[in-house]
T-cell receptor
Framework: AQSVTQPDIHITVSEGASLELRCNYS??????LFWYVQSPGQGLQLLLK??????LVQGIKGFEAEFKRSQSSFNLRKPSVHWSDAAEYFC????????????FGKGTKLTVNP | EAGVVQSPRYKIIEKKQPVAFWCNPI?????LYWYLQNLGQGPELLIR????????DSQLPKDRFSAERLKGVDSTLKIQPAELGDSAVYLC???????????FGEGSRLTVL
């Protein structure tokens, strides 16, 4: 079964600084990979997804993520963080060609200092 | 296009009472999911429907939890009786087949006293 690890429970950055959130997955082949964001009291919104092809994927709100097969990683990045990016971020893994069942990591809470 | 709609948004009950949550998925989405999200944790799948058939309910605690999806559209998740440990957010999501992308509702936050 697939699994996801987000090593950082909480990250604090200053507004305008760059951001990288880590995600490592466990799966026997190349999985489907996702990043979702959840603002307080809200549902999850998809930021970006990787199925195949170019390993650098662009998402909404200026986010991007890079799939690195050798490291089993799918880290999320943003060059300049805005105060509105403060939220909780979840990495998720799915099985290609199988059910649309996603397994989520425990999340990384992002705090943005002014 | 309307998103996934859930109700109620908040529910406070005493332990041993029953509670039900309702979900209306995005029109045309055949797959519906109920996820449980405990505080500080990622969502965990409770049950997945393909149309009206529950195809994955292995994580649903069947002694107290039940779910249905009549006519393959709306779905209801019920807990009876509720326990203190059931306090959490119950998220509903839907998707189209073979897209791999889930759309989530805002969730139903349950507090059991």
């Amino acid at each position: 079964a697939q699994s996801v690890t987000q090593p950082d429970i909480h990250i604090t950055v200053s507004e305008g600084a760059s951001l990288e959130l880590r995600c490592n997955y466990s799966y026997g082949a190349t999985p489907y990979l996702f990043w979702y964001v959840q603002s307080p009291g809200q549902g999850l919104q998809l930021l970006l997804k990787y199925f195949s092809g170019d390993t650098l994927v662009q998402g909404i709100k200026g986010f991007e993520a890079e799939f690195k097969r050798s490291q089993s990683s799918f880290n999320l990045r943003k060059p300049s963080v805005h105060w509105s990016d403060a939220a909780e971020y979840f990495c998720a893994v799915g099985v290609p060609g199988g059910s649309e069942k996603l397994v989520f990591g425990k999340g990384t809470k992002l705090t943005v200092n002014p | 296009e309307a998103g996934v709609v859930q109700s109620p948004r908040y529910k406070i009950i005493e332990k041993k009472q029953p509670v039900a949550f309702w979900c209306n998925p995005i029109s045309g989405h055949n797959t519906l999911y109920w996820y449980l999200q405990n505080l500080g944790q990622g969502p965990e799948l409770l049950i997945r429907y393909e149309n009206e058939e529950a195809v994955d309910d292995s994580q649903l605690p069947k002694d107290r939890f039940s779910a249905e999806r009549l006519k393959g559209v709306d779905s209801t998740l019920k807990i009876q009786p509720a326990e203190l440990g059931d306090s959490a957010v119950y998220l509903c999501a839907s998707s189209q087949p073979n897209t791999g992308e889930l759309f989530f509702g805002e969730g139903s936050r349950l507090t059991v006293l």
